[in-house]
């Protein structure tokens, strides 16, 4: 009995060290922006541009797919991502999804062997297929188009967070906008100085919150979202 368990013991231990070590939780964005962003535009919708060294992210990941020949539908994203990882690292002419014009713009990719592993273009991939979607890209040129109808002023609210700490009719951490204009009614100075330098106590309902001061708004900047302010209240 004692020869038993001993034995079992054994090969219990020599399965566990034959077994491979689990795959590293890779973050396939991070990866993609360390190994590719340096040759692909990663934008979505992609900014086109004369001297790119290779085609946009988004361009790769839209048509790859295409080129897959998977008898069960299910299996076409997964042989798309089986292909990056192989071709990444051994690419050729002959495997090349890219058309003529393309292969004439961009060549054919170097070998990326030795700066990007095979569980890094697995992770790479995977994100590549998950980010770069029909779907991403519409709801992305939706929040475009949206924040393109905003005011100059909007616009620089949102550039420079101001909204993390004030709304235009409602109080957060600090007042609405809305309040800070009714207070600095034809006081368009005071809004710039407490935006260039910072406020401490100018409001009980803050609770004695700090203003920081943003020395990285320029003068034009300011002029805009302190007009913009003023003009919340009308």
Known sequence: MIKLLLFTSLLLFFNACDEKEPAKNLDGK????????????????????????????????????DFMKPKDES??????????????????????????????????????????????LQAIATYMFNHYTQENLSKIQKDIAAFNALTPGEKLALKHKCLGCHKVNKKIVGPSFVDIAKKYKGSKNKIIQAIKNGSKNSWKSSNGAVMPPFKQ?????????SDWILKSNS
Not at 217 to 225: A, D, P
């Open 217 to 225: 708004i320029n003068e034009e900047e300011l002029e805009v979202l």
């Open 75 to 120: 299996q076409r994203i997964p042989m798309a991502i089986e292909f990056v990882v192989d071709y990444v690292r051994n690419p050729a002419l002959e495997k090349s999804k890219c058309d003529k014009e393309s292969i004439k713009r961009y060549g054919v990719m170097p070998s990326q062997k030795e700066k990007v592993s095979q569980d890094e």
């Open 30 to 65: 991070i990866l993609t922006e360390q190994k590719c962003a340096s040759c692909h535009n990663l934008n979505m919708p992609p900014v086109i541009s004369d001297d790119e060294l290779a085609p946009p992210m988004m361009a790769v990941a839209f048509h790859m797919p």
